[in-house]
C-alpha cells in the first residue's frame, strides 16, 4: 500500500456520510498509552524508541481490525508526505515534525490508525463518519482491550494511564468531533459558541489544529479533561448535551438565514458558485470558505427543504459522479472531496511532482471548475 | 463583519474595552492584531500553562529544604525545570516523585478532579513498585552499554525478560 493509493480519494468518514452529517463531518476518539517499564520519550535514547517502536508496530500489525493495515516510517517519510498524512487527519502536526524512530500503522479504510512514539509511546484512534462517538468508543476499547493483552501499559491506581504530560493522565482519552458551523459564522454568533464550550470546558480548534480556527468553517471541538471522569460518562455528554445543543444552535441559525437574511444567503451561495466556477487562481483557505457555503446550501435543501434563488441554481449544477462520463447532481461527497483533494500536499502529490504556491492555485482552481461544470457545456 | 483596521479581511478579534466608564468596541483581523501588538492567543501552549502553573507554587517545600524543585527522579534523572521548559515528564515514576507540585496542575486541569475514575487494564496492572524495578533496570542496562559491561549487560537482560515474563 502506497500513499498514492489512498491520495485520490477521501476517507470514509470524511464521506458526508453518517448520523447528523450536515453538522458533524466525524466524529474521532484517540487514546494515550505508555509502556510500563519504560521511560517516557523525552527521556528515551534513540535506541531506546526504536526498542518500543519495534515492539508496538509488531503488534499493531498483527491486529485484527478487520481491514489490511500498513506502516509508515514518519522520521523517513518526506516532508510532502508528512503534509498529506496531516492534511488525512492520520497523524499529529506533533507527530509529522517530531523527533526521533517513529511511525504510524494504518488500516487501509483509515478509520483507524496507531501513532508510535508521538508524544505518548502510544496514540490509537478510531474515526467514524458523522456523529458516531459511541461506535468510536465501543470500536476503540476493543482495540485497546485487543493490545493490552500483548503488553503492560503504565497505570496507577490513583492516577489511572500515566502519560507523558500530565494533561492527559487518567483515562488518556480524547473525545474529537469535527463540526461544520457556516450559519453561525455567518450570522456573527460563533463567538457565542466558542465562549459556551470554554464553560463547558472544551477545545475549539481549526480545521488542522490549534492556530488555524479562523481557517474555515470547520471546526473540531473536544474535551479537556481526562481524570476524573469515566470514559463512558465523556462520551454520553458530548452525545446527550453537547452535540444536540450545537446541532440546534446552527439550525436555528440556518432557520433565521432562510426567514429574516435570505439575501445574505443567497448572496454567499452565489459568489461562491461563481467564483468556484470561474476563478484561475484560489488558495486553499479561499477554496474552503466557498466550498464550505456551497455545502450549507446543499444541506440547507435536503435538510430543511430550502429552495431559494441561489440553492435552486446549487441545485442545477452537477458534480462528477463514479462514471465520468455521466454528471450527477452535485452531493456533498463531491464538495467533501474538493476539500480534501485541493489540500496543498493532496494536490502535490497527486500531481506527482512539488509545486509552488501559485501552481498549487491555478491546479487547485482547474480542478474545482472542472468538477462543478462537469455538465454545462458553455463551461466545459 | 471586517477588520477595522484593513478592511479587507474579516475580524476574527472582538476586543471590548471599558476605561473612565466609557466602552469602546473594537473588530479586527488575525493579522492585524499581530502587526498591532495586540496578544491573541485562543489557547494558551500547554508549556506556557504549565510554567505559569509551576511559577506559582508555594515555597514551603523550599524553605523546608525537602524541595522537589531541585529533586532529580532517582529513576530517569528527570527534574522539575526540564519539565518547565518541556512540558512533559520523564517516566512514569515522575508522577509520585513531584506528587506535590503536581497535583495542583492536575487539579487545575482537570476541572479540580485527581483521581482516576474509568478503565483499568484487564490484567491486573503491574503494581508501581514491579514497574518501577523495571524502569530501574533499563536504565543500568543502558549505563552498562554505555560503559562497555557487556557482561552486566547480558545478566541485566537476561532479568529484564525474566521480570517481563512473569507478568505474561
Known amino acids: ?380 | 463583519m471586517r477588520c477595522q483596521i484593513c478592511n479587507k479581511n474579516d475580524a476574527t478579534i472582538h476586543l471590548t474595552e471599558i476605561a473612565d466608564g466609557v466602552r469602546t468596541e473594537m473588530h479586527i483581523c488575525e493579522q492585524c492584531a499581530v502587526e498591532q501588538d495586540i496578544a491573541v492567543k485562543s489557547h494558551i501552549p500547554i508549556n506556557e500553562l504549565l510554567s505559569n502553573l509551576l511559577a506559582v507554587q508555594p515555597s514551603d517545600d523550599e524553605l523546608s529544604g525537602s524541595s522537589e524543585q531541585s529533586l532529580a527522579c532517582p529513576h530517569c534523572g528527570f527534574t522539575l525545570a526540564q519539565f518547565r521548559k518541556e512540558g512533559v515528564l520523564g517516566c512514569p515514576g515522575d508522577y509520585e516523585v513531584f506528587e506535590k507540585t503536581l497535583l495542583s496542575l492536575i487539579e487545575k486541569a482537570h476541572d479540580g478532579k485527581t483521581a482516576h475514575c474509568g478503565k483499568i487494564p484487564l490484567k491486573t496492572p503491574r503494581d508501581a513498585k514491579k514497574q518501577m524495578e523495571l524502569l530501574n533496570l533499563r536504565q543500568q542496562l543502558d549505563a552498562a552499554v554505555q560503559s562497555e559491561d557487556y557482561e552486566l549487560a547480558a545478566k541485566l537482560r537476561d532479568k529484564i525478560k525474566q521480570s517481563e515474563k512473569e507478568q505474561h
Open chain 1, 1 to 380: 500500500m502506497k500513499l498514492t493509493d489512498i491520495s485520490n480519494d477521501i476517507n470514509e468518514w470524511f464521506d458526508g456520510s453518517g448520523p447528523m452529517a450536515d453538522i458533524v463531518i466525524s466524529s474521532r476518539i484517540r487514546l494515550a498509552r505508555n509502556l510500563a517499564g519504560y521511560k517516557f520519550l523525552s527521556r528515551c535514547s534513540d535506541k531506546e524508541k526504536s526498542e518500543i517502536l519495534d515492539k508496538l508496530r509488531d503488534i499493531m500489525m498483527s491486529l485484527d481490525l478487520g481491514d489490511k493495515v500498513f506502516y509508515v516510517s514518519v522520521n523517513d517519510a518526506p516532508t510532502l508526505n508528512k503534509y498529506f498524512l496531516v492534511e488525512r487527519h492520520l497523524i499529529s502536526r506533533h507527530h509529522a515534525f517530531g523527533k526521533g524512530p517513529r511511525g504510524v500503522v494504518i488500516a487501509e479504510r483509515e478509520f483507524f490508525t496507531a501513532m508510535i512514539n508521538e508524544e505518548d509511546h502510544l496514540r490509537i484512534q478510531v474515526l467514524k463518519a458523522g456523529c458516531q462517538i459511541s461506535q468510536c468508543a465501543e470500536q476503540i476499547n476493543r482495540i485497546d482491550d485487543m493490545i493490552e493483552k500483548k503488553v503492560d501499559f503504565a497505570f496507577s491506581p490513583r492516577y489511572g494511564y500515566l502519560t507523558a504530560c500530565p494533561t492527559n493522565v487518567g483515562t488518556g482519552i480524547r473525545v474529537s468531533v469535527m463540526l461544520h458551523l457556516p450559519a453561525l459564522k455567518i450570522t456573527e454568533q460563533i463567538e457565542k459558541f466558542f465562549n459556551a464550550a470554554k464553560d463547558l470546558n472544551l477545545a475549539v480548534r481549526g480545521l488542522f489544529g490549534e492556530g488555524t480556527e479562523a481557517a474555515s468553517d470547520l471546526y473540531q471541538l473536544s474535551n479537556q479533561a481526562t481524570l476524573g471522569v469515566s470514559e463512558s460518562d465523556i462520551v454520553s455528554r458530548f452525545e446527550k448535551t453537547i452535540i444536540p445543543e450545537i446541532i440546534e444552535y446552527e439550525n436555528a441559525a440556518r432557520s433565521h438565514l432562510l426567514s429574516k437574511q435570505s439575501d445574505v444567503l443567497d448572496d454567499k451561495i452565489s459568489r461562491a458558485m461563481a467564483l468556484l466556477q470561474n476563478a484561475h487562481l484560489i488558495s486553499s483557505q479561499e477554496a474552503l470558505f466557498l466550498l464550505s457555503h456551497l455545502r450549507l446550501g446543499i444541506n440547507m435543501h435536503q435538510h430543511m427543504g430550502a429552495s431559494t434563488p441561489a440553492i435552486e441554481r446549487l441545485r442545477a449544477l452537477c458534480g462528477s459522479g463514479d462514471d465520468p462520463d455521466k454528471a450527477s447532481p452535485l452531493s456533498i461527497a463531491t464538495i467533501n472531496r474538493l476539500f480534501m483533494l485541493t489540500l496543498p500536499a493532496h494536490l502535490q502529490i497527486n500531481y506527482g511532482k512539488p509545486l509552488d504556491s501559485t501552481h498549487r492555485d491555478a491546479l487547485r482552481a482547474q480542478i474545482i471548475r472542472s468538477a462543478l461544470n462537469q455538465q454545462d457545456p458553455r463551461k466545459s
